[in-house]
């Protein structure tokens, strides 16, 4: 029985009190009256029964005047109480009842604050005890997460039902730069905890993958992988390795699947540098065919013919000098354009071109004694080198021309030329010849006390690059020339740097090993439900009348966690000018929707983002009654469960004064931050929304049906837009 029902029958009797003694005592001396007496008493009361109706209305009205006050002091004062243990219980530890009403009610309130401060101290004791006996754990699950997060390949675990239970930054940049369509607004590929991968791979692959490393488990193999290529939706190629992650815990399971890992690579690019390098080859080769064949032709004819004519020889000898020249061209030319095929030879890193030459000087001038200068220095070359090995050869050719020439002073130069840059190391007066350099170029490196079981041209040839030995007749000078592919430094994309630096993004789940896919079922419980948060700002507060989305927010809960990294944040330009009095609630202006993707791109793309997911929302039938505005003309339709925060609220304080979001969040210790941005609020409807969950489990309301059941029957459930 509710507190309505139980003030209504107080009032009833209250009724019956007044007037029921009144009424059988004259009902009694009626019936035992003569019709004499009964004449007598009509002239006797009849005069007066407006009097007596007039003070008994007033007695009524006072009584029900007493019994409101003392209903509301005690009985809607104690559910009140109530509803605040509960919160102190559960959702909000630092909660604390207030002092208010008659003075028994105040000191039940303090008594209870005064457990409540007993708890938590108990509490905290508990919690210090459950933390250190955690710690060792938690360092194990921040070390796994440090290295998936900044692996530099990109690798996706999965359950059975190809749900997404880990994944690293890079996997997650990888298939944002393979979004296609509405996927590529806002929030990218759809890569998230709990997504399927079949929304991003093709099942039938990942499904033959998984049957032959079964047949080869079977089989007892030491190791079972599988390998495969798949196209993704705009037509990339990717390599996708598939390694089984095998039950444990149970000798009968140990070589049955619970899931899997993914290591996926972009081939795209190397495939198209392969098919580039095969037609440059070709053409060096056609090309150089007929080249040689003059050449051939020109030595014959001069060695066939020792005393022919001095211009004649001359003319065979300008045919070689020509020949030689084109293939030389040829061969730059070759280079310059297989430049960026080299650079995939060898796991090397972006550096500066001048760094590399600063690290030479400095080490040649400590162990050496050499002065070292430079000149024609380009500080915006970068090099696609091994900087250890590269400076390491530097330092070794130095050496070299120290011992054997007693060189004094060296000069650096570096220009970039096409797609390649020369580094010159030079120096003044000696000159050496080719099979002295050949020498050097071959034999293994050492440096004072260190060696290295690498040569020159081991180096070289590791960095896809090319060096020879040139002399300066004019200036007499000599210099080493290196070389080397150019590269532009990468740089992580703004959209993912993390603000704080201490948070690291929540991309692995390994309770969702557990998982298995079914579709929204009502009566499944909350807990286990995967949720879509989102809120809308607005041109204004009428849908009906035209007003139009601007920005949509929303945010992801899987398994009771909210997924900050995983949300969708867009803009919206509406097609029309913005009201100021909105403005200054929201702070979105003209110039900052002007240009944003119009809704009829937003909307396919927010679908794709909370498919398979409950929707939630506070105050969700305004924000519904938009989308729903907008079926007929994107063809959208959003037909999965909603839950409104709202109406929970007040399932779940039906007897406090507002249900607002701020008052809510106040109660539950929620800490509201960007109010009235779209993302900042879905993440407080967020957080709201999981600190209600264990309040409805109280109650008994522990499936998504009885929550929307629960939700309908509220007062607020009947306010339509």
Known sequence: MNARTRFVISVIILGLLMTGPFVITALLIWVGAQADEQALLVQLILPHLSLGALMTTFGFVLGLLVIRYLFRQYVQGLLKMVENLRLMLSANRNFRVTAEGPPEVQLLAQATNDLAQQRDGLMDDVEAQIAAAKASVEEEKNRLAALMSELAQAVVVCNLDGRILLYNSRARLQFRALAQGSTAVAGGALIGLGRSIFSILERNQIDHALEVVRQRLLKGAATAIANFITTARGGQLLRVQLVPVLATGDPLRERELSGYVLTVENITRSLEQESRRDQVLQSLTDGSRGSLANIRVAVGNLMDYPDMEADIRERFVSIISDEVVRMSQRLDQTMSEFADSLKTRWPLEDVQGMDIIAAAQRRIETELKVTTKTEAIDEGVWLRAESFSLVFSICFLASRLV?????????????????????????????????????????????????????????????????WYEREKAAHRAFFRFVLPVASPDSMPQSEMIGDIATRPEYYDFDLFHFRDQSIDLDRPLADLTYTVFDTETTGLEPAAGDEIIQIGAIRIVNGRLLRHENFDQLVDPQRFLRPEGIRIHGITDDMVHGQPQIDIVLPAFHDFCSDTVLVAHNAAFDMRFLQLKEAETGVVFSQPVLDTLLLSAVLHANQDSHQLEPIAERLGVTISGRHSALGDACTTGEVFLKMLPLLAQMGIVTLRQALDASEKTYFARVKY
């Open 403 to 467: 011992e054997h020439y007693q060189i004094r002073e060296l000069r650096f130069r570096l220009q970039p030329v096409g797609k390649l840059a020369y580094l010159d190391i030079i120096w003044a007066g000696h000159a050496m010849s080719s099979e002295t350099f050949y020498t050097w170029e071959t034999d293994a490196m050492h440096l004072a006390k260190e060696s290295s079981p690498l040569s020159l041209r081991d180096v070289i040839d590791r960095h896809g690059g090319e060096i």
